[in-house]
């Protein structure tokens, strides 16, 4: 079974830095694709970024530029590196194993003055 468990979120001022980890286990992470998904108050859970198992990523219009995902392999860990977050930031924020569907618990991002 999948585990994915996420850590490093918090509350940060508007143009601070964040910077998300999710460590995986119970799957041979290095062939799966991974993505960090978030869900605002009122909103629906949406990609805010991939990363395939070769390392090729992709971005929501909304975070390019600001946001960067990466892996480590042999740590079975995947990042979120978030650099001039703004308050529309804010959600819960969940990294997925998109080979095998499974979710982590999610970590709470808030942006505020």
């Known amino acids: 079974q999948v585990q994915l468990v996420e850590s490093g979120g918090g509350l940060v001022q508007p143009g601070g830095s964040l910077k998300l980890t999710c460590a995986a286990s119970?799957?041979?992470?290095?062939?799966?694709?991974m993505g960090w998904y978030r869900r605002a108050p009122g909103n629906e859970r949406e990609l805010v970024a991939g990363i395939s198992s070769g390392g090729s990523t992709n971005y929501a219009d909304s975070v390019r530029g600001r946001f960067t995902i990466s892996r480590d392999n042999a740590k079975k860990t995947v990042y979120l590196q978030m650099n001039s977050l703004k308050p529309e930031d804010t959600a819960v924020y969940y990294c997925r194993d998109r080979f095998s569907g499974y979710w982590g618990q999610g970590t709470q991002v808030t942006v505020s003055s």
């Open positions: 119970g799957s041979i992470f290095a062939s799966h694709a």
